[in-house]
């Protein structure tokens, strides 16, 4: 069993910053998969980022690469989302995920942003941007 509470969310306009966490309660967190996910209304949940726990790869959607920061405290099995240069199209409801689907490239495991590879996830916290 699995419980992951995200915090953090609000509105913003444009341009600015927000950051979001998410604390894991999961057996497997030092060797999971923990993702931000989001949905907007009327579109499909999308994988964000997301980050291997025992390991340094990290993946981003293409929207979000130079703006959005995946981070963890493995101590605190806390899952972080730094966002900045935020636009009106970032406006979802953000979802944090566990999974333990990785995969390997050179000796370092790496997770995907794949809704369909996590297991366990949040509640959800709103994220609003307005122009």
Request: proline content about 2%; aromatic content about 12%; hydrophobic content about 30%.
């Amino acid at each position: 069993r699995g419980q992951l509470v995200e915090s953090g969310g609000g509105s913003v306009q444009a341009g600015g910053s927000l950051n979001l966490s998410c604390a894991a309660s999961i057996y497997t967190y030092s060797s999971a998969c923990m993702g931000w996910f989001r949905q907007a209304p009327g579109k499909e949940r999308e994988g964000v980022a997301a980050l291997y726990t025992g390991g340094r790869i990290t993946y981003y959607a293409d929207s979000v690469k130079g703006r959005f920061t995946i981070s963890q405290d493995n101590v605190k099995k806390t899952v972080y989302l730094q966002m900045v240069s935020l636009k009106p199209e970032d406006t979802a409801m953000y979802y944090c995920a566990a999974g333990t689907t990785r995969y390997w490239s050179g000796g370092s495991g790496y997770c995907r942003g794949q809704t369909d590879e996590y297991d366990y996830w949040g509640q959800g916290t709103q994220v609003t941007v307005s122009s």
